[in-house]
């Protein structure tokens, strides 16, 4: 099931881009985990201030979602948000090579992980469902490295030269991707032969199947493929977080989400979307600073959605 290389072929920028890639991870590997998780931080807050890097994105959609902060606690969860993100692009810079005892060792906490075990036991293969909160990558790293058979539904990269040395590095740690136009083929495939699928379900595509469901009170396209596939395929939907704690390693989170079959196809598939959404902004709460701001969230929405709940 290793996926092919990329057909693309690679411009000299590309090549480039890669080369000061690998010079940084290769320094970054030099000075250990943490040091690099807290270079990440420090360098994504100047991206916040002083260069003001989609600043007004960010704050913007902070404020929507809880419009009860003062604009000081706004800018607070925004440049602790740039920070949480830079931190995350770091670590993850870093993860390839990193052995399967070092990745079990980062997370200090587990809730839920016999759900897992008991989803997988009933052989109709298992998708997890996740959003850009924490170390996402993390989390499909740590699954791959306690031996559990994972394929990760992504978009594909801009650079394909560093594409294929991620998804390579991906490989090595156990884990499968699945580049996003390939999953209405592949996802059936992988859920028969007994393993997780995992899409991180926050994020809107053109070309993707999805629907309008609220977040944060707005209405916020979602993709909607896992909740066909359960579906379609009688397979459990588990949601599942990886958020960092305040000595930096992490905690793993894993709750069911309820799967109803009434008759109606389109309303059974919304209300899981819905589910899954609902649970994503419940962590949210719990740790907003954590959560990717920076990308425009309620881009796009229905025609008819109401002045005060369009894009903030």
Do not use: C
Not at 80 to 94: K, N, P, Q
Not at 96 to 108: L, N, Q, V
Not at 187 to 201: E, G, K, M, W
Request: no cysteine; net charge positive; proline share 7%.
């Amino acid at each position: 099931m290793t996926e092919t290389a990329s057909p693309r072929a690679p411009t000299l920028t590309h090549r480039l881009e890669y080369a000061v890639t690998r010079l940084m991870v290769g320094a970054l590997r030099l000075v250990g985990w943490r040091t690099a998780s807290w270079v990440g931080g420090r360098i994504a807050r100047l991206a916040y201030w002083p260069l003001g890097i989609r600043r007004g994105v960010t704050t913007r959609q902070i404020a929507a979602a809880f419009p009860e902060r003062s604009p000081a606690e706004v800018d607070d969860i925004a440049a602790r948000s740039y920070e949480s993100f830079g931190r995350t692009t770091f670590e993850t810079a870093i993860l390839p090579g990193t052995s399967r005892e070092e990745i079990i060792a980062r997370i200090e906490r587990v809730e839920g992980w016999d759900l897992l075990e008991k989803a997988l036991a009933g052989g109709q293969g298992l998708i997890i469902v996740t959003g850009h909160l924490g170390n996402w990558e993390f989390g499909g790293s740590y699954l791959a490295a306690r031996g559990i058979a994972l394929d990760a539904v992504a978009r594909g990269m801009a650079n394909p030269i560093f594409e294929d040395y991620v998804n390579h590095t991906r490989h090595q740690i156990g884990m499968e991707v699945i580049h996003d136009r390939d999953a209405v083929r592949r996802t059936p495939r992988s859920l028969r032969a007994n393993r997780a699928v995992a899409f991180v379900s926050d994020h809107d595509a053109l070309g993707l199947a999805s629907t309008f469901v609220p977040f944060f009170g707005r209405p916020a396209k979602t993709p909607r493929g896992p909740a066909v596939f359960a579906l379609r395929f009688g397979a459990p939907v588990l949601f599942m977080v990886v958020v960092r704690q305040p000595g930096g390693r992490y905690a793993l989170f894993i709750e069911p989400v309820e799967i109803a079959s009434t008759g109606d196809r389109e309303a059974d598939v919304d209300a899981i979307v819905l589910r899954f959404t609902q649970m994503l902004e419940a962590k949210i709460r719990e740790y907003p600073d954590q959560y990717f701001w920076q990308h425009r969230r309620w881009r796009r929405q229905p025609p008819d959605t109401p002045p005060h709940l369009r894009e903030p």
